[in-house]
């Protein structure tokens, strides 16, 4: 049962003025807000659009416009119904409080570098400065319960502190999670919000002490014994999730049960003991291990709930108290709290801008930090509700805020996407492609790998490749896992850190598959090994930086095997194919699509890789349609010629009488060819073939006659250069096309038959940006200590 709050049922003086409750009643519930801001990952509607869909959705159904209409009213909120919407309101706030705190990693204040700290310093501590100094010269202006130092010290904190349950979800709908400015972002939200709910507890204290002075100590005591049952509760829940894991089971109905109940006894506490519902929730989040296998399935079991059914009603309970028709009445009054919102805002944005040049950050970079830490919501909404319970705002300034603080996030959340754009430090103009690898070079390979299925097919391919001490390979291993339960990425290397946290110990078993492949080929390959989990939208960034600062020279992803199966219409691995498709988009360097079609037993990693594309005498095709995916293809396949049990054939694919040929690319074409061609000659294991074809249906045809099942790799450019005459009448076959190209797509399809797996090829796609990229990549080197 919530209690109801007789706030501002009737408000006389202010600055003149007689006003009353907008919502013509009290405010129900213990909505004194004060809380402790956390990330909020994976919610449905969230960030931006959400915030302001939903702050503009309950101004429309509340007093400011619909809710005039006295008929409108009786109809949407009958008897009693405000009481409830309120009460739903104050339920959503809480759980979306309690996963806020089961997502935030706490840890990243001490992995913050000095840059972050010094950031995080410099956006808080400047405006928090200039709103007190704004403040106390307005004092004379100001109504009586604002000018006290408890209420200017509220208003200075807020407009300072960025919050992280509104910074995460509007970073993750940019996708700016895994760049640059996202990562900094997150840290130096978390040293701040450290720094401002400190702060904000001061004057929490402070407000409570000004009736008597005995009130501000008892506050203090009664926050001690909260943060002495949260320890308990935190040794209870690691004890719960260490069995968990031992035992390899899931965590049990009853516990998600009981703490999803907990995280309402807890509001209750914190609400007896003065110290806010909302903190309850929030800080029991805090205390839960975020990520699997107990922050996962509360996040999961929790989230939908939270935000698809009970969120929209608290934004029609801050609706409800927002009455834009009562400020033109009040406008002398409220100028104080204006001023004092719009120059914390401003300065907040300078100092923050002036802290990153110092540290040479660009500009560019500098304005979108700035800017991801200026953007409001929800926690903001829930402070001004919490100002309410304590008399410091009346309704008329509570509107104004809300409106202040909706026009702030509106206007900052589309500069961000203006002046960065996360994917720019991936396009270099520099070749990196298998072609253009010198003889006897290091051949840079990053493989990307979701799962342990993958990792056979994968070493067989590297084994194959000939990696040999005058072709030495280096290889970068990425076992990339999706973020679920927490909010902050996650990178770990291997080669630093050899204790990894229990929920992400399954990499391991892809780690060290191929650390047993590497001790057996220690003269000529080097690896390094990494995990990152990151959100599915941002995997493709993460896999694409780790390639521009290893200077990759190939990315290897595998295809989801299990799409073949259902002919890509679904199944499989959720998002495999979407992170395919962007980090072809994306790739600073060419980037090859492993099909991987043998039926052997997946006992291991191990066994499966000695019995992968056949086993030993490996016979593979080249399917060579022109154009520089093709070229690449070519120049692969080259390369693992140099392995004496693979034996090649090569079939090029020409239009009958040149129709549709491109003259540059068919000049191209003819001399990779005749290099090939002289240089291996001689060699008895290669086998190269000519095919001239009038259209698509001729091209297949082909291809289908040498389907004998005698080889066990297809290798094919992907799309770039083809001539159109080739794959003319193709396109509506293909359920994969735009991911594998529409030969790749055909070849590597269960109706093509054959168990011969598939390698698509594209090469890397240039973009010229000068010395923009360059420097774009000597930063992200610098981030990771390599330059």
Same mark, same amino acid.
């Given at each position: ?6 706030? #501002? ?387 008329? #300034?509570? !509107? ?101 946290? !229990?929920?992400? !110990? ?181 086998? #190269? ?56 797509? #055909? ?41």
């Amino acid at each position: 049962m919530v209690r109801e709050f007789p706030v #501002y049922h009737s408000l006389q003086d202010v600055a003149g003025y007689n006003l009353s409750a907008s919502a013509g009643g009290g405010l129900h519930g213990g909505v004194s807000a004060f809380m402790k801001a956390g990330p909020n990952d994976g919610i449905t509607v969230e960030g931006f659009n959400s915030y302001v869909a939903g702050a503009f959705g309950g101004i429309i159904v509340g007093p400011s416009v619909l809710g005039r209409s006295k008929k409108f009213k009786e109809f949407l909120f009958p008897e009693n119904a405000d009481f409830m919407v309120k009460n739903i309101g104050l339920l959503g706030f809480m759980y979306f409080l309690f996963v806020s705190g089961v997502k935030m990693d706490v840890t990243l204040i001490t992995k913050s570098g000095k840059k972050h700290i010094w950031i995080a310093l410099a956006s808080v501590i400047f405006p928090m400065s200039i709103v007190l100094a704004v403040g106390f010269s307005l004092r004379k202006s100001m109504d009586a319960d604002l000018a006290s130092v408890s209420s200017i010290g509220a208003v200075a904190s807020t407009v300072a502190t960025t919050a992280f349950p509104v910074l995460y979800p509007v970073l993750k709908e940019l996708n700016l999670l895994s760049s640059e400015v996202g990562r900094m972002s997150l840290s130096t939200a978390v040293i701040a919000d450290a720094i401002g709910i400190n702060a904000l507890i001061a004057f929490e204290a402070s407000k409570q002490g000004e009736a008597q002075s005995k009130n501000g100590g008892w506050y203090l005591m009664s926050s001690i014994f909260i943060l002495i049952l949260l320890i308990l509760i935190r040794k209870l829940m690691t004890c719960l999730v260490l069995r968990s894991g031992q035992n390899g089971k899931p965590i049990d109905q009853a516990f998600i049960v009981a703490i999803l109940l907990g995280a309402l006894f807890m509001g209750f506490l914190t609400d007896m003991f003065g110290l806010a519902i909302a903190n309850g929730p929030m800080w029991l989040g805090l205390v839960i291990p975020d990520g699997p296998p107990l922050g996962s399935t509360l996040v999961e079991r929790t989230e939908t709930i939270a935000t698809e059914i009970l969120m929209p009603f608290s934004f029609a309970f801050i609706g409800m108290y927002v009455d834009v028709s009562n400020v033109g009445f009040v406008w002398p009054a409220l100028k104080p709290l204006v001023a004092m919102t719009l120059i914390g805002y401003v300065t907040k944005i300078l100092a923050t801008v002036l802290a990153c040049l110092y540290f040479k950050m660009p500009l560019r970079d500098s304005l979108a930090l700035s800017f991801t830490l200026s953007v409001r919501g929800q926690v903001e909404l829930l402070l001004f509700i919490h100002w309410m319970d304590k008399q410091i705002l009346h309704p008329s #300034y509570f !509107t104004m805020l809300v409106l202040l603080t909706t026009m702030i996030t509106g206007i900052v959340t589309p500069l961000i996407s203006l002046v960065y754009d996360p994917t720019k430090p991936y396009m270099v103009n520099k070749r990196r492609t298998i072609q253009h690898t010198a003889p006897g070079a290091d051949l840079r390979t990053l493989l990307a790998i979701q799962d342990q299925e993958s990792v056979g097919a994968i070493i067989t391919l590297l084994k194959a490749s000939n990696p040999t001490p005058a072709t030495p390979f280096s290889v970068t291993a990425l076992c990339v896992m999706e973020l679920v339960g927490r909010a902050a990425p996650v990178f770990i290397d291997h080669d630093r850190q050899r204790e990894v946290p !229990t929920q992400y !110990t399954s990499c391991l078993v892809i780690h060290n598959a191929l650390s047993q492949f590497q001790d057996s080929h220690a003269e000529c390959l080097k690896l390094h090994s990494y995990t990152i989990v990151t959100p599915k939208r941002t995997m493709y960034q993460d896999i694409c930086e780790r390639a521009l600062i290893n200077k990759a020279t190939l990315i290897i992803l595998p295809f989801d095997k299990d799409s073949l199966d259902t002919g890509g219409r679904g199944g499989g691995r959720l998002g495999v194919r979407s992170v395919n498709s962007l980090v072809l988009s994306h790739a600073p360097c060419s980037v090859g699509i492993l099909v991987d079609k043998g039926h052997v037993a997946r006992l291991n990693p191990v066994a499966a890789a000695s019995s992968a594309f056949g086993g030993a005498g490996l016979h593979f095709a080249v399917l060579f349609l022109g154009g520089a995916d093709a070229r690449e293809a070519l120049a692969y396949a080259d390369r693992m010629l140099g392995n004496p049990d693979v034996c090649l054939t090569v079939i090029r694919f020409l239009a009958f009488n040149g129709e549709g040929d491109n003259e540059m690319e068919k000049k191209l074409d003819d001399g990779v060819v005749t290099w090939f061609w002289v240089k291996n000659e001689a060699n008895e294991r290669v086998l #190269y073939r000519e095919v001239i074809v009038r259209n698509g249906a001729e091209t297949v045809a082909a291809i289908q006659a040498i389907n004998e099942d005698t080889f066990d790799l297809w290798i094919v450019g992907r799309k770039q250069g083809i001539n159109p005459v080739l794959l003319e009448g193709l396109s509506d076959w293909t359920e994969n096309h735009q991911e594998l190209g529409i030969i790749g797509d #055909y070849v590597g399809a269960v109706d093509f038959g054959g168990t011969a797996s598939v390698l698509v090829i594209q090469q890397q796609i240039l973009r010229e940006q000068g010395t923009a990229a360059r420097s774009a990549s000597r930063r992200l080197g610098m981030l990771y200590g390599n330059q």
